[in-house]
């Protein structure tokens, strides 16, 4: 584990990063029934490496779930652009899977048979052998095996949270988009299920966005944390840099000077912000 102090960058900082997912001066707004508009994301920029882990964080209302859709392609920027890989994102694609805080399975389909639908409507080339393997494959992955065959209302929250995570992963994307995955979940499953994903990422390595509220969450798991202004009309305030290495020991991190710098930085901003809305 790295021990150095906390450097900070703002957004308007240069960051030297291989731009596999390139944000670029990134407006959404929406119109307003007196034929004005309403600005939510204002001049966003941010640039995001292939294999880099990384965490959004900001008070409710900052267009922080809605930066997360357009990068996924479900809603689309007023202005600006998007890339992956050197391509503009215009729609939903197979590259860019994301896991929603709802879970979103299907009831009527079994576990298996959730991650399945997804590998046949994305993987259609690969035989049915390849299929049953990569579904096989996935559910040992998140340790469901055991519970392959049981119903979404059979199963628990983390266990169906876990289905989503697989079903994403399963079609081999090139970035995995969470919407705060861990946010309904109990505090013990949530710290279970954190520490599962992180292993999975730390022997895959991705591309990963997550938008989160949780400030311990985004430190252990994420290699950059950014800040979110408030909205409306907000924008990326500062991108600090997690300064540990992975794999990461919880209780290492958690007694070091540098994570309790980290932490108080990113409150302390977040407090700032708040109290602008008092």
Same mark, same amino acid.
């Given at each position: 584990?790295?021990?150095?102090?906390?450097?900070?960058?703002?957004?308007?900082?240069?960051?030297? +990063?291989?731009?596999?997912?390139?944000? $670029?001066?990134?407006?959404?707004?929406?119109?307003?029934?007196?034929?004005?508009?309403?600005?939510?994301? *204002?001049?966003?920029?941010?640039?995001?490496?292939?294999?880099?882990?990384?965490?959004?964080?900001?008070?409710?209302?900052?267009?922080?779930?809605?930066?997360?859709?357009?990068?996924?392609?479900? $809603?689309?920027?007023?202005?600006?652009?998007?890339?992956?890989?050197?391509?503009?994102?215009?729609?939903?694609?197979?590259?860019?899977?994301?896991?929603?805080?709802?879970?979103?399975?299907?009831?009527?389909?079994?576990? +298996?048979? =959730?991650?399945?639908?997804?590998?046949?409507?994305?993987?259609?080339?690969?035989?049915?052998?390849?299929?049953?393997?990569?579904? =096989?494959?996935?559910?040992?992955?998140?340790?469901?095996?055991?519970?392959?065959?049981?119903?979404?209302?059979?199963?628990?929250?983390?266990?169906?949270? +876990?289905?989503?995570?697989?079903?994403?992963?399963?079609?081999?994307?090139?970035?995995?988009?969470?919407?705060?995955?861990?946010?309904?979940?109990?505090?013990?499953? +949530?710290?279970?299920?954190?520490?599962?994903?992180?292993?999975?990422? $730390?022997?895959?390595?991705?591309?990963?966005?997550?938008?989160?509220? *949780?400030?311990?969450?985004?430190?252990?798991?994420?290699?950059?944390?950014?800040?979110?202004?408030?909205?409306?009309?907000?924008?990326?305030?500062?991108?600090?840099?997690?300064?540990?290495?992975?794999?990461?020991?919880?209780?290492?991190?958690?007694?070091?000077?540098?994570?309790?710098?980290?932490?108080?930085?990113?409150?302390?901003?977040? *407090?700032?912000?708040?109290?602008?809305?008092?």
């Amino acid at each position: 584990m790295k021990s150095t102090s906390v450097p900070i960058n703002t957004h308007n900082e240069v960051m030297p +990063r291989n731009g596999f997912l390139e944000i $670029e001066n990134l407006v959404k707004s929406y119109p307003t029934p007196d034929k004005g508009n309403f600005v939510v994301l *204002d001049g966003v920029n941010l640039s995001i490496g292939e294999d880099e882990y990384i965490s959004v964080i900001g008070h409710s209302g900052c267009g922080k779930s809605t930066l997360l859709k357009i990068v996924a392609g479900l $809603e689309k920027a007023t202005s600006g652009s998007v890339r992956l890989d050197g391509k503009e994102i215009r729609q939903p694609g197979a590259e860019r899977m994301m896991v929603f805080q709802n879970y979103s399975l299907l009831p009527w389909l079994t576990v +298996r048979e =959730n991650i399945r639908l997804a590998v046949d409507e994305v993987l259609k080339n690969a035989t049915r052998a390849e299929k049953i393997s990569i579904v =096989n494959e996935h559910l040992a992955m998140v340790n469901l095996t055991a519970a392959a065959d049981k119903y979404p209302d059979e199963i628990s929250g983390g266990m169906k949270q +876990r289905v989503g995570i697989a079903r994403a992963l399963a079609i081999r994307p090139k970035m995995l988009l969470m919407d705060e995955p861990f946010g309904a979940l109990d505090a013990l499953t +949530r710290g279970k299920l954190q520490r599962q994903v992180l292993d999975i990422w $730390e022997n895959h390595r991705q591309a990963v966005m997550m938008i989160t509220h *949780d400030v311990d969450e985004a430190i252990y798991m994420s290699d950059r944390i950014v800040l979110m202004t408030n909205g409306p009309a907000a924008t990326i305030g500062e991108i600090l840099e997690v300064p540990f290495s992975h794999p990461r020991d919880r209780s290492a991190m958690r007694n070091s000077k540098e994570y309790f710098e980290l932490r108080n930085h990113a409150l302390n901003f977040l *407090d700032r912000y708040f109290s602008q809305d008092e």
